[in-house]
């Protein structure tokens, strides 16, 4: 008599760790594929995505996290932990970017990098985390709401701003 073995959970293998400097080359790539279709919220050229890459990375070493699958980078995010909210007068977690690349999408590897720059932000004792997102990039507003992130007001040209707080006191 046969027996069925239940199949083994189809989870996607991924690991969440802290970039390397000499990696932001290869997440060019990464980038202009996450923003494919979102062009008007993104840097254009490859010059100007190495200086964006250069310049988050340089803010906040320690804050800047890839996701790696079969040895390629597929995503990363990118947080400053030492940012000040005049809204809160309070020490903030900004998250300046976070991008899964396309093939990568919907899969969990947003939520883990999100995840992962929190945990990074609290430890850093921070008390809210926020990011800034563009008005229309519907996707990632709903998206980050589900995650508990508020819409907490409009700021210059298509840009919507967006706060979570870290700690169940505040
Ligand atoms: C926004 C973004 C970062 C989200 O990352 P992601 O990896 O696609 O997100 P997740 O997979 O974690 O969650 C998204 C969806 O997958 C689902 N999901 C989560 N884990 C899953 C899993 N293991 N298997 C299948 N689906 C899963 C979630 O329920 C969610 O549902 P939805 O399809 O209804 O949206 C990504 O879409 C992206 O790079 N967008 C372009 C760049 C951008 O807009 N960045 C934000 C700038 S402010």
Redesign the pocket.
């Known amino acids: 008599m046969s027996q069925k073995v239940a199949e083994p959970p189809t989870?996607?293998a991924f690991v969440i760790r802290p970039a390397k400097r000499r990696e932001l080359e290869d997440l060019i790539e990464v980038y202009k594929s996450?923003?494919?279709g979102?062009e008007e919220?993104?840097e254009r050229t490859e010059e100007d995505i190495r200086d964006y890459l250069e310049w988050l990375y340089d803010g906040d070493p320690n804050g800047f996290l890839v996701?790696e699958a079969n040895g390629e980078l597929i995503?990363f995010?990118s947080v400053h932990s030492d940012w000040w909210d005049r809204r809160y007068q309070r020490r903030t977690a900004e998250?300046h970017?976070?991008?899964?690349?396309?093939d990568?999408?919907?899969?969990?590897?947003?939520?883990?990098?999100?995840m992962a720059a929190l945990d990074y932000a609290r430890a850093q004792g921070c008390d809210y985390a926020s990011?800034?997102?563009?008005e229309g990039?519907w996707?990632?507003r709903?998206?980050?709401r589900?995650l508990g992130f508020e819409e907490v007001g409009k700021g210059w040209s298509v840009w919507v701003r967006m706060v979570k707080k870290l700690r169940d006191e505040l």
Do not use: C, T
């Open positions: 989870q996607p996450g923003y494919e979102l919220y993104a996701a995503g995010v998250i970017e976070l991008v899964v690349r396309k990568w999408q919907s899969k969990g590897v947003g939520r883990a990098l999100m990011l800034w997102v563009g990039n996707k990632a709903e998206w980050y589900r």
